[in-house]
């Protein structure tokens, strides 16, 4: 099944400089992301299906992140700022 912006339940923050890299990567192997600017702070966000899948990624390219869940998804955390 496709996913959608509705199914982006948790977020990734990481440094600036790594941003576009880590996008591409994702999308490179399929994983469904988006970026937002959440509360001034750049995110990329993805699905918890995705999770195991995206830290292999980012840990294989040494990149430091910390995921966070979005309540309920990312659509909603947004408007909380």
């Known amino acids: ?3 959608t912006t509705k199914d982006l339940n ?8 790594y941003l576009v890299k880590v996008l591409d990567k994702l999308r490179k192997n399929k994983i469904f992301s ?4 959440l509360g001034g702070f750049p ?3 993805i699905s918890e299906d995705d999770e195991e899948k995206t ?3 980012l840990n294989d390219m040494e990149v430091r992140y910390k995921i ?12 909380k700022f």
């Open 1 to 3: 099944m496709k996913k």
């Open 10 to 17: 948790l977020y990734i923050k990481l440094e600036q400089k």
């Open 34 to 37: 988006k970026f937002f600017p």
């Open 43 to 45: 995110i990329i966000a």
């Open 55 to 57: 830290k292999k990624i």
């Open 68 to 79: 966070e869940k979005a309540n309920p998804d990312i659509i909603e955390e947004m408007l």
